[in-house]
């Protein structure tokens, strides 16, 4: 397994921007699908952002379509969530995740990924 330490989580008002970076234990960055995540409090896990092995298409949540975008630098064996024009539904645990699919279109789904962070913690204020 993939050992994945995500950072970059604070407390912003809406409207702002934050960067959460997520950096991995692999060499082997590149063979893997890498997602990110988010729980908020009372609710289930659900898809922000995910950039695909080899082809590196980047998938997106509607909710997050045009206000966050996902990049990774395989040298380093580390993705961003770039975030901007943070909204107060944003607010919750955000998580790195790391998957070997040769169906990325799957890229969606939490069952593809079988490697997890602890998560950081984003919470936005009006």
């Known amino acids: 397994q993939v050992q994945l330490v995500e950072s970059g989580g604070g407390s912003v008002r809406a409207g702002e921007s934050l960067t959460l970076t997520c950096a991995a234990s692999?060499?082997?960055?590149?063979?893997?699908?890498v997602a990110w995540f988010r729980q908020a409090p009372e609710k289930g896990r659900e898809f922000v952002a995910a950039?695909?092995?080899?082809?590196?298409?980047?998938t997106y949540a509607d909710s997050v379509t045009g206000r966050f975008t996902i990049s990774r630098d395989n040298a380093k064996s580390t993705v961003y969530l770039q975030m901007n024009s943070l909204k107060p539904e944003d607010t919750a645990l955000y998580y790195c995740?790391?998957?070997?699919?040769?169906?990325?279109?799957?890229?969606?789904?939490?069952?593809?990924?079988?490697?997890w962070g602890q998560g950081t913690q984003v919470t936005v204020s009006l």
């Open positions: 950039t695909a092995w080899g082809t590196y298409k980047t």
């Open positions: 995740a790391t998957g070997m699919m040769t169906d990325t279109s799957r890229a969606t789904s939490e069952a593809q990924y079988n490697s």
């Open positions: 692999t060499r082997t960055f590149d063979v893997y699908t």
